[in-house]
C-alpha cells in the first residue's frame, strides 16, 4: 500500500506559478499511474492531469492545458505539477492520487490518495 503526501501549495497572485509535489511511500512509486485531482469550494473534485509510470505519457484537462506540466522522478519516489499562469478559477485543494493499471482520468479509478493541498489564486 503506497501512502501519498502533498506539498508546495500557497497562495499567489494571477499570473503567478506554483510548483506542487506529492511524495510517495510504502510502494514501489514506478508501478502506479499518477493523477492530479483538485476540489474547488462548492464543487466536486476533477481531473488536472495523469501521468504513466515512465513519465512517456501524460493527459491534460482542456483547463490547464498549455499551462500545466505533470512530471515524476521515480528515483526520488515523487510526482510533481508545475503550474504557471494561474488563474483565480485554478483555487482548489490538490490531490495526488495513484493506481495500479492503466491510466485514467476518472478519479474513482485511483486506489490510493494524498491530503490535498490548497492552492489560492487572488485577482
Known amino acids: 500500500q503506497v501512502q501519498l503526501v502533498e506539498s508546495g501549495g500557497g497562495l499567489v497572485q494571477a499570473g503567478g506559478s506554483l510548483r506542487l509535489s506529492c511524495v510517495a511511500s510504502g510502494g514501489t512509486f514506478s508501478s502506479y499511474v499518477m493523477g492530479w485531482f483538485r476540489q474547488a469550494p462548492g464543487k466536486s473534485r476533477e481531473y488536472v492531469a495523469t501521468?504513466?509510470?515512465?513519465?512517456?505519457?501524460?493527459t491534460y484537462a482542456n483547463s490547464v492545458k498549455g499551462r500545466f506540466t505533470i512530471s515524476r522522478d521515480n528515483a526520488k519516489n515523487t510526482l510533481y505539477l508545475q503550474m504557471n499562469s494561474l488563474k483565480p478559477e485554478d483555487t482548489a485543494i490538490y490531490y495526488c492520487?495513484?493506481?495500479?493499471?492503466?491510466?485514467?482520468?476518472?478519479?474513482?479509478?485511483?486506489?490510493?490518495w494524498g491530503q490535498g493541498t490548497q492552492v489560492t489564486v487572488s485577482s
Open positions: 492520487a495513484a493506481r495500479n493499471g492503466g491510466t485514467s482520468i476518472f478519479e474513482w479509478m485511483y486506489n490510493y
Open positions: 501521468i504513466n509510470w515512465s513519465g512517456g505519457g501524460t
